[in-house]
């Protein structure tokens, strides 16, 4: 009975994504072309916010936890945080709305997916291609720069894919180093996602019922350490900890 009800509900949940995507695909162009980057952003949210509500259809419920209150909005802030599913985004989209929240990605995420990529594309992200390290990495030096005159934030997931089994992945540094380098007034927050790679245990279908994920904000580092790998260890470690708890 519950293998049935998990199929139905699926169907439902990705019935519901899949308008939800197209729709705003169309949404996100009206608002951008016709009203500029705030209306795009407003839009971007929406979507997000109504992805959260869809997913109560297959009874999932995400909880925010933070061990201080976080920087103002206006300020350079750098998320970083592990990465175990799609799912991971648009709680912390909504979340942190007001951080005018930017993602380095990957290039092959810019084409393909209604909405999303069209986000990333035209929503002040960066595609990079992970093939050409040298390549990327200026290209985040550059990106750095922009969020800093901008005061922009960013979201990162320096493990460079999703974990399948929640496990925390080994942290890819030098892009994250060269983003910390290059937005010397940031401060930076550690965010760690638990249970979020439920939703893959099956390939995605049918989505498990009643995954409760849990996604942590913790102490605000500043970034004005000498010693960026310090820096970043403690990051790392931080999340870790948490994760594997």
């Known amino acids: 009975m519950k293998t049935i009800l998990s199929y139905s509900l699926s169907v439902l949940y990705y019935l519901c ?7 705003f695909q169309i949404i996100q162009w009206f608002c951008l072309n016709m009203f ?14 109504l992805i959260l509500l869809s997913l109560s259809i297959i009874k999932t419920r995400i909880f925010f936890e933070a061990e201080s209150n976080l920087p103002p909005p206006g300020k350079n802030v750098i ?12 709680p912390l989209i909504w979340k942190l709305r007001n951080y005018h929240m930017k993602f380095v990605s990957k290039k092959e995420l810019g084409r393909g997916i209604p909405s999303i990529s069209y986000n990333l594309r ?3 992200s960066i595609l990079i291609d992970r093939e050409k390290p040298k390549e990327a990495i200026n290209s985040i ?3 750095g720069k922009f969020l800093s005159k901008k005061n922009f934030s960013v979201l990162i997931f320096p493990e ?3 974990s399948k089994n929640g496990k925390v992945k080994k942290f890819h540094r030098s892009g994250l180093k060269t983003l910390i380098k290059n937005i010397p007034g940031a401060i930076i927050v ?8 439920k939703f893959s245990s099956q390939n995605y279908f049918p989505m498990p019922l009643g995954v409760k994920i849990i996604i942590r904000f913790h102490n605000s580092l500043s970034n004005n350490m000498k ?9 790392e470690a931080t999340i870790h900890k948490q994760v594997m708890s």
């Open 160 to 162: 460079g894919t999703r």
């Open 227 to 235: 010693n960026f790998e310090s820096l970043i260890d403690k990051v």
């Open 122 to 124: 035209n929503g002040g």
């Open 36 to 49: 500029g980057y705030y209306a795009h952003k407003k839009s971007v949210d929406i979507l997000n916010y």
């Open 79 to 90: 998320f970083i945080a592990n990465h175990q599913s799609t799912y991971d985004i648009p």
């Open 17 to 23: 994504f899949g308008i939800l995507l197209f729709s």
């Open 190 to 197: 550690p965010i760690s996602i638990k249970n979020s790679w």
């Open 141 to 143: 030096k550059n990106f």
